[in-house]
């Protein structure tokens, strides 16, 4: 079972909140967080028109999904203090408003420096800032149910492409790629801009009690709340630095790549269920991806966060090998791609609440901020240089092997190196205090 580090006692100890306000702000905060999944999710079926567009090999392609994840997670810590000094509303505004105006701006570049500056830059600055300042406020609203909310929170990133890939695909075939990029930006930035107005700051420094009491406290105990230099200055931080950055590479790799490998392996237009096979199974990755998150996060917070780290990691390697050995066959395709993202999506679930189980509650965010950067790193191993894997061997048995190689060793690395050395230093810490 985990061990948390409780709050230090900052705070009044009660104060009165409505049952209904913190799950009104969840609510708003997923629609957020939808608004701006899109960029990444459905970047792999932009990738043949943009391909043809701006006559772009797909290794100088893949550069834009790289700045698009690099700038949304190297600038985290940076957008976290400018959220707290400016308030999520205003922060978040804008952010749902730049992501959806580099999809408008996208759809007029004429070259690749055009492309990387709108759809890459300002739309990953702008998904940064809303993707952290909701993670941030949501686990303020919800800090009785860290790892729950954690995941909720990034469902609504992880599943929001689920209303948009189908018709994506479809105006790609009717609109063309110019005017798909110009409605959905108008569309995503008008939606997100709308919710983002009613987010508020919950209370400061204080603990729920429960969404019947409808009240919440603080904890009572004056345990180490370690502050990001801190935090930065210990070798455990770094251990779960590497070990996201291995599943963020492993992901990634399969995500901005999924459209290219399905089309080698000739199951992309198959017709499964009813439906063609690669906009189903990107529907279904968005569902397992999504659920994963709050699933796992409830499995950890039952089970300790290593042990289900190690089950989840080990499933996403064994469910690729089994998908590349089964890839000329497109139900396979469809229903292992499912199992793929359900054994990668957690990552945003347990490794946030992992971090703040250690280090404490009252710098979660930025903390978090300086950890998630481990996304940026991992996008370009994910996606140019698995680009390159596969030009240069002419192959995507590189790329599967070396994405299963790096999920079997996480996974190790969970159990057999994080659990005891958190173990050790939470006793520490329990002793020190």
Known sequence: MTTRLPDAPLAPPTVALPARTRWIQLLLGLVCMAAISSPQYVWTLMTRPLAAKLGLPLPALQVTFSLLIILQTFFSPFQG???????????????????????????????????????????????????????????????????????????????????????????????????????????????????????????????????????????????????????????????????????????????????????????????????????????????????????????????????????????????????????DNAVLFVLLSGVVFFGWGEIFSLFPSTLTDTFGTRYATANYGWLYISQGIGSIFGGPLAALMHQHTGSWNPVFGTAITLDICTALLAILVLRPRRRRFLAAARQAG
């Open 81 to 327: 203090a400018l959220i707290e000094r400016f308030g999520p509303r205003v922060l978040i505004s804008i952010g749902t408003v730049m992501s959806g105006l580099s999809w408008v701006l996208a759809s007029y570049a004429s070259s690749a420096t055009l492309l990387y500056l709108t759809y890459g830059g300002i739309g990953g600055l702008g998904t940064g800032i809303v993707y952290v300042g909701v993670v941030g406020l949501m686990v303020r609203w919800f800090p009785d149910k860290r790892g729950f909310a954690a995941g909720l929170v990034a469902a609504g990133y992880g599943m929001g492409a689920i209303l948009t890939t189908f018709p994506i695909h479809a105006s790609l075939e009717t609109r063309g790629l110019d005017g798909t990029l110009w409605l959905f930006g108008i569309i995503f930035a008008v939606v997100g801009l709308a919710a983002a107005q009613g987010l508020r700051t919950p209370p400061a420094h204080v603990r729920s009690l429960g969404e019947g009491a409808g009240s919440v406290a603080r904890d009572a105990s004056g345990a180490r709340q370690y502050r990001p230099g801190e935090m930065l200055k210990t070798p455990l931080f770094w251990l779960m630095f590497v070990m996201m950055t291995m599943m963020s590479t492993s992901g990634l790799m399969v995500t901005s790549q999924m459209a290219t490998f399905a089309h080698d392996f000739g199951v992309a237009n198959v017709v499964v269920f009813g439906l063609v096979a690669l906009p189903l199974a990107l529907t279904i990755d968005r569902l397992t991806n999504g659920l994963t998150r709050p699933f796992f996060g409830l499995i950890s917070d039952r089970f300790g966060r290593e042990t289900t780290m190690f089950f989840a990691f080990a499933l996403e390697g064994v469910a690729m090998a089994l998908w590349l050995a089964t890839r």
